[in-house]
């Protein structure tokens, strides 16, 4: 017997030293220290400079503690879109930035006094603002080194904080614009508090959880009203926040509401005739009951809720005589106007003897309650505007920490009535607010099982209160005078105003001109604005950028001078936040102004002024001069929008008439796999940080770009094994090119129009993706940019044309005009795969542009790729697509049969009307990659094994085979071919 020829060593298969096995995590940190040496952003700068520029301004995270998984996905969406606009040819730089003032920093430092049984309040305040510096800067080296390892490129040696000096002395003097312009002022209102932390919140400090109240329902007595049968009867309100009852001053009624003046029916049986008057019918028993007293008496509920306060009296052990509300006569809330209450603890005398007028409130409704609400204008802002016009006035007894001052009315202080407002002791049935209405006869019920959202600090968890403090803020709803302009500066501020306009109508009208993706985030941050009171700039801590105001003890107006103010911006600049210390003020008002005459403000400013003007000392500082203003895009989670997207907006409209941003967009929340919220109690939590030492950061680059982040999005284990299959199989389509273009040069290629049709309809294909992929990124639509990405890898090239080439490749003699044009094609395809790919798997993307340029550039530098122009009939070609799957689901049952192991065995017969006009057998038998193809004028796909030799080169079964083994008439040319070379 003859021995066959081994052809093995005469087949081009592909050959690379490209690795299957990525080795993620083993391999980017040297790729990456290889940027950092090479000076991978700078040069790209360079590369770009004097084109049209994109600029993404970078919204500050907060420098306090690890970067998580949140922090992940926000800057690798912000790495994508700088990509992304650089490999287009745009100028795209990216500066980081961090916020470093405020609570969360001084918290912690203040931690680490009591830690050292220390007290803040003793250690000097300079040394303690630069403890909170070198706090802020100790996390903001950490979170440095830990974003750059996600492979984010961006100018990392020079990031803008906003405790640098520069920072702080232009947060300053964006203050100092609006206070110059009028819009700022000093005065009384309810404010967000936290009675733990000391300090008034701003809305986007605060979140809401849902907690358990007491709920109580008192009665107050009527003295006064235009109704007669009012007088003596009682006005039923309710509350969740019975520390509040001590500081009430007026009720409010709803003027279109119902009302029933109705009778408190004892529970129980009666003595006597029923036909006698029912006060003379109550038993001694129920008489000595604490609500005795209103036995026969009358209360005033809304119609629509009498039901409700009758169940919660019933339910409530110390109201069995209220078990039943009888009505007796119904009146319009409008009728209450001139009606007079008295405090239940009006025995108290002072405060507490005063009248407490009923006053007409737009926000009262029947939704809960009694349809009454007690209105104490330190704590509440409807309470604070509906008190204000009629002359009553807060009274400012509960104290920073949430206790009630030493000195007011409401009786001696004791352990009990020293707790925190926000202690549920205080608030309980048994506690002391509850205590005293109950000996006055006035509590009618009390449980503590109302279920309710209620704000908490989302720095200390605590919940907050409204207090009334006196604080520094920005009307919204101020029309600025322009035509009486104290100085020049405020001049120009007013012109950039529209005419006419207050800063909420100005901010409105910025959202309408600004782009939002999802364009859902226009109305969100519209309704926010839209209802939004007045800002609260002010804050009682010590970190933090000083409200540098002097403000004049006789008039109460603080001083605008230009000068003043050039001297106040030169000392922070110098000297930081310590400028405004006492120390430097006489020299900062200068010899007009006589210190003594002059209160400083003490205060420090919101932190979202500081991060909303970063506007200001980033893009138009000149300190990045490849950055301008606007920015084209501020990119940040959904929560913004009450956050930095909002305070920007509120601060470069005050100043500037406009937003600092073209377009806003915002991502959804990184729930665990399982769709629930991370927190660390639940033990759901992802560390960016250990997927990286364990994946590798272009698997959570994949993950990030990959999910809908418009939407909240998951991530766990499953999540992540999904993501890294569809990287190994992008992985092996760049390992399949890099092999196949083995040895490939410029000589070989073959221009398109020489092309098979094949060849011609895959570039046909690259150009739709082309398409589709520069339609992502104008939309910053990341995950159909990665699908595309995908999918035309997958089914258009690993399952389709590679599939099919192979052949060709491996068999082909090398100057074969088909061979050529493949080779081409994949020449094509690389060169615009590896670009596309770079802003997604940036290290994956360098490592595979380095195997086949070892001493060129980085892939980084390169631009969107330039196509050549094919054509292709797409529809003919997808009956052709359809026909081929129809063929490969007839082969399959012979393959797990093993009747055909190969399709290659296989002679297939195809629909002749199936078959676009003009396609040959032999090219059917190219594309399904069987022995023939012939064609039946059925409508079944007929498969049977072929009876023909195999050739022991290209495997194909052909006539001219004489014997397995032997090699077909297209390899003996081959093999000649390599003979001869």
Known sequence: MTEKRDYKDTVFLPKTDFPMKAGLPQKEPGILANWQAGGLYEKLRDARRGREKFILHDGPPYANGDMHIGHALNHVLKDMVVRTQSLLGKDAPYVPGWDCHGLPIEWKVEEQYRKKKLDKDQVPAKEFRAECRAYAQGWVDVQREQLKRLGINGDWDNPYLTMQLESEAT????????????????????????????????????????????????????????????????????????????????????????????????????????????SSRISEQQRQHPLGHLAGKFGIVAAE??????????????????????????????????????????????????????????????????????????????????????????????????????????LPRTDERSMSVINPKFNAPDGPVCSDLRDAGALLSASTDYRHSYPHSWRSKAKVIFRCTPQWFVPMDMVIDRDTPRCAQEAEIRAAQGDGETLRETALRAIADTRFVPAKGRNRIGSMVEGRPDWVLSRQRAWGVPITLFVDRKSGQYLVDPAVNARIVESIRTHGVDGWDEEHAAAILGPDYDLDDYERVTDILDVWFDSGSTHAFVLESGRWPDLQWPADLYLEGSDQHRGWFQSSLLESCGTRGRAP?????????????????????????????????????????????????????????????????????????????????????????????????????????????????????????????????????????????????????????????????????LDTLFHALVRWAAPVLVFTSEEVWQSRYPDSESVHLLEWPELPDAEADTARWSALRALREKVTEAIEPYRREKTIRSSLEAEVEVPAAQVPEGVTDAMLAELFITATVTRGQGDAVIVKPTDMHKCGRCWRHLPEVQDDGDACDRCEAALAGLETA
């Open 661 to 825: 941003y073209k377009a806003v967009l915002t991502h959804g929340f990184t729930m665990d796999g399982k769709g629930e919220k991370m927190s660390k109690s639940k033990g759901n939590t992802i560390s960016p940080l250990d997927l990286m030492r364990d994946y590798g950061a272009d698997i959570i680059r994949l993950w990030a770009l990959s999910v809908d982040y418009t939407e909240d999005h998951r991530i766990g284990p499953e999540i992540l094994k999904g993501v890294a299959d569809n990287y190994r199989k992008l992985r092996n389509t760049f390992r399949y090119l890099l092999g196949a273009l083995d040895g490939y040069s410029d000589a070989e290629r073959v221009d398109v129009a020489e092309m098979p049709e094949l060849e011609r309809y895959v570039l046909s294909l690259l150009a739709g993706v082309d398409s589709a992929l520069r339609r992502a990124t104008d939309d910053f639509d990341f995950n159909t940019y990665v699908r595309t990405l995908s999918d035309f890898c997958n089914e258009n090239l690993s399952a389709f044309f590679f599939d099919i080439r192979k052949d060709s490749l491996y068999c082909d003699a090398p100057g074969e005009m088909g061979r050529r044009a493949y080779r081409t094609v």
């Open 171 to 278: 947060i300053v003097a964006e203050l100092l614009k609006f206070a110059t312009s009028g819009q700022l002022y000093r005065g009384a209102k309810p404010v967000m508090w936290s009675p733990v932390e000391k300090t008034a919140l701003a809305e986007a400090e605060v979140e809401y959880e849902d907690i358990t109240s007491t709920q109580i329902d008192v009665a107050f007595e009527i003295v006064e009203s235009p109704i007669p049968e009012l007088v003596g009867a009682h006005a039923v309100i309710w509350t969740t926040t019975p520390w509040t009852i001590p500081v009430n001053q007026a009720l409010a009624y709803g003027p279109d509401v119902e009302y029933e003046l109705v009778e408190f029916v004892p529970h129980g049986s009666l003595t006597g005739d029923a036909d006698e008057d029912l």
């Open 305 to 410: 809720l009498r039901q409700s306060v009758e169940l919660r009296l019933s339910k409530s052990g110390g109201a069995q005589l209220g078990t039943y509300l009888e009505s007796r006569k119904s009146f319009k809330g409008s009728d209450l106007a001139g009606t007079v209450a008295r405090h239940p603890m009006h025995h108290l005398g002072g405060f507490y003897a005063a009248p407490r007028p009923l006053l007409p409130g737009d926000f009262v409704t029947t939704d809960s309650g009694t349809g009454l609400v007690h209105m104490a204008p330190d704590h509440g802002e409807d309470d604070f505007d509906l008190c204000k016009p009629h002359g009553i006035e807060p009274k400012f007894v509960v104290e920073s920490d949430g206790r009630y001052r030493e000195d007011w009315l409401w």
